[in-house]
Each structure stands twice: as C-alpha cells, then as structure tokens.
C-alpha cells in the first residue's frame, strides 16, 4: 500500500473536539460499533490497556489484593437493597427482562458497578475476624447507559478495574481509602507521565452511597478536567443493609467497614488529550505498545534490513519493545504513520548509518535527532525514552500551573470562567447550592475535589459572602 498517505488531521487550536475524535479513529485506537454508544477497542488501543493493567494490577498483588470475577447481572431487589446507591444509578442502569422466550420474573441490571454484588458475597464469606480484611478487585466491564458519548471519555460500556475490600476497622478502611488513590496517583505520574490534582470530593460530588469519595483530577491539554479514577469510604452502611457481620476478638458481633475504587478506560481518553499533539498521539513509553519505530531506509541495498533486524533483535533483548517497518511505505510515510500513534522514539537507518556504525535517533515529544553508536545502542535508546517522559512530565506541569487561576470574589470567578480556560481555585462555604449556582452561571464550572494541599485563599465563599470553610479547586469536565 505504498501509496497511502497519513491523513491530516484537525488543528487542535481549530476545534478540540474533532482533532480528538480524529486522534481516536487514525491511530487506530478505537472505532464506532454497530451499537449506538459502544465502541470497538482495536488491537493497538487495546495493548496500551493491557499495559495500563499489567502495570496496576502488579501495584494492587504488591499491596495484598486479590483478583475475582463477579456476575454481570444484578437482580433488581439486591439492587435495592441500598437506597442512595441504586436512585444514584437508576438513570443509567440497563435492564434485562426477557430470558430466551420468556419474560422474566424480576429485571436483571447489567452491572453499572458491583458494591451490590460483592456485598451479597461477602455476607457469605465473612464470619470471623480472622477473615478480615478482604481485598478484591475485579477487571470487568460495566454498563452506564449515557446520553451524549465519545470513545473512551463516555461509552455505554467500557472496561475497568474495581477494588472492594472490607475492613475490621473504620481507621483501616479508611487507610485504604487513601491508599489506592495514592496508588493512582503513582500511577498517573510514572506511567502515563501525568501529574494531577487528588482530593476529596464534595457532599454533591461524592459516589452514590459513600461517605467519602476521593478523586484524582488531571488536567487535559485544553483546560478540562477529567474524572481520572475514584476511591470511595462506605464506613458500614452497605454491610448493615446487607447484613454482613464478623464475630471480633472480644468476642462482639460488629459490622465491617467497605472500600471501593476504579480506574477505567477513560484514561485512554486522558493519555490522548494530555499528551498529544496536531501530529496525533504522544505515548508516554511505559503504556507505548511500540516504543521504538525502527525505519530502515533505502531497504532495498544489501545489509540494511538484516541490520536493523540484528538491532532490533539486541533491544528486545534489552526489554525495550521495538517494531521494525520492513514494508514498502515510502520512509516518509512510516515517519508520519508512528508520529501519529505516538510512538516515543523513531530509529532510522540506512546504508550510510551502518558504514559509520551509527543510526539516528527522533524524540516523538521534541524531535530533536540524536547519531547514536549502534556499541552501546541499547543505553542510547533507553536515554531517550526516559526524556521523552520527563519531557512530559514537564509540559503537563506547565499547563496545570498555567492554567490554574485564583478567584476571590463571584464578579472575578464568573469572568476568569468565562475567560481563562483552567481550574480555579476559590473558597467555598460548603453549601451545596453555592455548587449549583456556580455551575448555572458558568455554564457547567463544578467543583473538581477539595485537594489535600488547601490555601487559605480568603475568609469568605466566593460564592455567598458567607465564612468559608474549604478551599476548592473548580472546572469543567469531561
């Protein structure tokens, strides 16, 4: 197919929107379905997930989690077992009510989440407390039935990872709480090279049926916010409707404590939006399916494409993950069709490369050019990719503090949202109605979470003029 050509695509200046929608279908990342609301994850955006869960799922084994697997279907009066939680799902919950020809007794909810699920097993699991804690996660797929979709941010069915542990302690719990979104917070900044704002989130904002919900926020390339992963403290209100109880070592039978929390495939959403550029996709090389486009030029002269195996063949063993292009694309072609899915490092080589015993090396992020040896070829691959991620690091760092502003006074707050794309931090008096009337004027400027790190900005709520007591951090999302 030499004559294909990588398409352009939208300026990200032009319209955001479309140059992501572009990003998603020319990578290769994803496609529609013939499902309104479901998308097809293809093979190159489905390796950067298994990465994403190779790398996760090792964090959660080191921390004493187990893997299992729940039912997709939910019976509907299990679901109901727990007030808030089901009118917090009840817009989004597809329901099964025929079974092969029959109608069914009681409705099936395809799983939005699982607390329901889990919860009716750990009553018949947990006895003493000697079988606490319990520490599970499940890698699945879930079903929100959403209104307005986009691959990756908003689907009907995307996938996920869900923790659930529960705990003989409230302090346990709690720890566990925070320790998983520190867990994400690692996670976001040493593999995916995205530093961002963690908190809790308000009263309002907080996970159906939690008493607390802790939120990771990072900051895409255009100023929105993106709900990256959520970590919720359910202190023992599911396990008192479910009626889940443990013999202590007094003797006493008490309730235990539930956690839950989960990433998804919505951080693909945030890889692309974070990092990329008009020339596409820029992976951070630790989710990268390929991290080195080994481009052997003028292919056709003796040796070369038995060169670039031979180095080929060196990285790998080196445990770097290296895609030679042997096709017959013209090199200029191969140099766009990787810019475009983002690989980090190009690798080029060609007769006279191989005569001075050299090759070229391309940054994905800054396309400097680097001559490397091809001795030591192994160490001059491995420097690059870690500056393409601390290159990252850096511009995502850059726009998060260029475009987080400060607003004391509702005049400033309703001008800086209408005029500064970003965050805004501002004081708030608690009051869920200052919420809402600031999202109403804005048009759509939430709260993002309360970060652990608040300033003390002003007395006063931007909002009401009433005593303050947090500092928030505000902006619109995806």
């Keep these: 197919m030499a004559e294909k050509k990588v398409e352009a695509i939208t300026s990200m200046d032009e319209d955001f929107a479309q140059w992501y929608t572009d990003v998603v279908k020319k990578a290769e990342l994803a496609d529609y379905s013939g499902v309104k609301g479901c998308m097809i994850i293809r093979p190159y955006g489905y390796a950067i997930w298994e990465n994403i869960q190779k790398d996760l799922d090792a964090r959660f084994k080191a921390l004493g989690h187990e893997n299992v697997y729940m039912p997709m279907f939910i019976p509907e009066s299990l679901l109901q077992k727990e007030k808030d939680h089901v009118e917090g799902f009840a817009p989004e919950c597809a329901w099964v009510t025929i079974g092969g020809e029959n109608e069914l007794t009681e409705r099936l909810c395809v799983r939005p989440t699982s607390e329901t699920l889990f919860c009716d097993h750990f009553k018949n699991v947990i006895h003493s407390y000697r079988d606490l804690p319990k520490l599970y996660n499940q890698w699945v797929n879930v079903v929100r039935w959403e209104k307005t979709t986009r691959p990756f941010l908003r689907t009907s069915e995307f996938l996920w990872q869900e923790g659930h542990t529960m705990h003989a302690t409230e302090e346990e719990a709690r720890k566990e709480t925070q320790q998983m979104l520190k867990v994400y917070e690692d996670f976001y900044l040493e593999t995916m090279a995205i530093p961002a704002v963690t908190g809790r989130k308000t009263e309002k904002e907080k996970f159906a049926g939690a008493m607390e919900t802790y939120t990771i926020e990072p900051m895409m390339h255009n100023g929105v916010a993106l709900q990256g992963g959520t970590s919720h403290y359910f202190g023992d209100g599911f396990a008192k409707a479910f009626d889940i109880t443990f013999t202590d070592k007094d003797n006493t039978v008490k309730y235990p404590h539930q956690t839950s929390w989960g990433v998804s495939t919505r951080m693909i959403g945030a890889l692309i939006m974070t990092h990329g550029d008009d020339n596409g996709l820029i992976l951070p090389p630790k989710v990268a399916p390929i991290q080195v486009a080994l481009i052997p030029v003028q292919q056709h002269k003796e040796g070369v494409l038995d060169k670039a195996y031979e180095v080929a063949s060196r990285l790998r063993a080196a445990g770097i993950r290296v895609k030679v292009d042997d096709s017959d694309n013209s090199p200029g072609w191969k140099f766009s069709e990787y810019e475009m899915k983002g690989v980090p490092v190009r690798l080029e080589l060609g007769p006279r490369d191989i005569e001075n015993n050299s090759c070229v090396l391309v940054s994905r992020v800054t396309r400097n050019k680097v001559f490397a040896s091809l001795d030591n070829i192994e160490q001059g691959v491995e420097e690059m990719l870690q500056s393409v991620y601390t290159e990252l690091v850096e511009r995502v760092r850059t726009n998060l503090a260029s475009k987080t502003h400060t607003a004391t006074t509702y005049e400033e707050f309703l001008d800086t949202a209408a005029n500064k794309p970003g965050f805004i931090k501002a004081m708030w008096c608690g009051d869920s109605a200052c919420e ?37 951090v505000w902006g619109r999302q995806y």
């Design 436 to 472: 809402d009337k600031l999202k109403d004027a804005t048009g759509g400027v939430k709260s993002r979470c309360i970060p652990f790190g608040e300033e003390h900005l002003s007395d006063v709520c931007v909002c009401c003029g009433r005593p303050a007591k947090h500092m928030v």
